[in-house]
């Protein structure tokens, strides 16, 4: 019968190793090897061992993981076990966060309770306007949050204890019901608005926008196809297993740091363009492009790299249709039928069409992602274009928290130190 192991000759000496292979839920998908028995593999007894060599952690299994699963080649996605398209249909956003968190849904008891402590800590510390107040009038939203998530922790300093269960809610709660109130301030900051509380009586997502864009009505109405055309985006962004900001989430919390600086630096990492940051770039990609005329000229200048890269398309793990996207194109229809058609559909749906056609990027299975479309709606819905990586920051800090938490309670894990190929100077002399 064969056996769940691996044997590994070493050319250079001619010894063999056998190695154990291990699997996950599926024995086709995250086989894997433990990278330390590698370091058995010698040419002398001083020699170190090998090592893998893996930049961009494109192969390497940094956790085992039990909160979400994507099978990029099937386009499959699924927070613990529950398929997207199911959660988008059924559940909000701070029930999908409670299961991410918990690993099951909660009984109508457990939500209330749950949705009562998010609510009760949306407000934010007096003295946090006086922090926001301090950035320049057009300061980048995702720079402000950043900054005042770092804040937050000199705050809160018992959340350093982050191996007592109580306390470790207690942030969960804080930091999923402050974002919002950070996002906003952010905006309303830049627009040289007053900053708007909280409303209690209104849902996360309807509050959200009730301190975005209340003016002076007494009591802030969210158009409700709005509402839950957000709270859909926000499931869609809650959680995407090992991805680069939540990787920052586990190597940050991994020093046992609190979680507003770790949450901090997996913001900060989400904010670059090949990562949260795409969905502002689309919309200037779109908006440079300019007419549906130009939509072959502009694919032909991406293939030649003197436009850059087809932003919102392609993504590490998918190698097929970005379930999220297909989600993401029917909110889109929900949603122009209330603010009516964004005019950059137009080239938006073009420009996939042509991609889409083309052998470079059928070739390198490049399909739209999850910022191809989300762009568009955001701006539709009334959103500058830089606060669109602080709505992906919003609902992904659930994920975030869900795996900072896992890495926690994780006995296998340890601090984040990997090893590197060096190819600097042998030793010299300083003369
Ligand atoms: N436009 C044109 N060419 C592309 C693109 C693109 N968007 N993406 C990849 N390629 C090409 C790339 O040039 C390379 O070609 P070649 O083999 O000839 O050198 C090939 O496809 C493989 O690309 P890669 O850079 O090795 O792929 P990666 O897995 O390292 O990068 C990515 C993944 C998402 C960073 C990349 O596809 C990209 O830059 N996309 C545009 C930015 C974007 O939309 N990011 C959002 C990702 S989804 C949301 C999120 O995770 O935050």
Redo the contacts with the bound molecule.
């Keep these: 019968m064969a056996e769940d192991t691996l044997t590994i000759t070493d050319n250079r000496t001619g010894e063999t190793y056998e190695v154990p292979i291990s699997y996950g839920t599926y024995p086709d998908y995250g086989a894997a090897i433990p990278a330390g028995d590698l370091r058995k593999i010698k040419t002398s007894d001083d020699d170190f061992g090998l090592i893998t060599y893996d930049p961009?952690y494109?192969n390497t299994g940094s956790c085992k993981s039990s909160i979400t699963f994507v099978d990029g080649g099937r386009g499959i996605l699924r927070y613990r076990g529950y398929p997207i398209d199911q959660l988008v249909k059924k559940s909000t956003y701070l029930e999908t966060a409670y299961l991410l968190l918990n690993g099951d849904r909660p009984d109508q008891q457990q939500l209330d309770d749950w949705v009562h402590n998010i609510t009760m800590h949306t407000m934010l510390n007096e003295s946090i306007k006086k922090v926001i107040d301090a950035f320049n009038y057009d300061a980048h939203p995702m720079g402000m949050m950043v900054g005042t998530l770092g804040v937050l922790s000199t705050f809160y300093p018992n959340a350093k204890d982050i191996f007592d269960e109580e306390t470790r809610t207690r942030q969960i709660w804080r930091l999923i019901a402050k974002m919002p109130t950070i996002a906003a301030y952010a905006y309303r900051h830049r627009r040289g608005l007053p900053y708007v509380l909280p409303d209690n009586e209104l849902s996360y997502t309807g509050n959200f926008l009730n301190m975005l864009f209340k003016v002076t009505e007494l009591k802030y109405e969210p158009d409700p196809v709005l509402e839950r055309a957000l709270e859909v985006l926000f499931i869609l962004h809650a959680d995407?297993e090992q991805?680069?900001s939540t990787s920052a989430m586990r190597n940050v919390g991994s020093s046992h740091s609190d979680p507003y600086v770790a949450v901090a630096g997996a913001a900060a990492a989400?904010y670059g363009?090949?990562?949260?940051g795409?969905n502002e770039?689309?919309l200037r990609m779109l908006n440079g492009i300019g007419s549906v005329k130009n939509v072959p000229s502009f694919v032909e200048e991406?293939k030649s790299g003197e436009a850059g890269?087809?932003?919102?398309?392609?993504?590490?793990v998918y190698k097929s249709y970005?379930p999220r996207a297909t989600l993401i194109k029917e909110v889109a229809h929900q949603v122009f039928e209330v603010t009516g058609v964004s005019p950059l559909l137009e080239i938006a749906v073009e420009l996939e069409r042509v991609a889409l056609e083309d052998d470079y990027f059928v070739e390198?299975k490049?399909y739209p992602?999850?910022?191809f479309y989300s762009g568009i709606i955001y701006q539709a819905m009334g959103f500058p274009t830089a606060m669109f990586p602080v709505l992906?920051a919003i609902p992904r800090v659930s994920g975030w928290l869900s795996q900072w938490q896992e890495m926690l309670l994780d006995e296998d894990q340890r601090i984040a130190r990997p090893r590197q190929v060096y190819t600097g100077h042998d030793v010299r002399d300083f003369e």
């Excluded at 363009?273 to 949260?276: D, S, T, W």
């Design positions: 961009g494109t995407h991805n680069c989400l363009p090949l990562h949260g795409a770039a689309v991406v890269r087809l932003m919102g398309f392609g993504h590490r970005d390198r490049l992602n999850v910022d992906f």
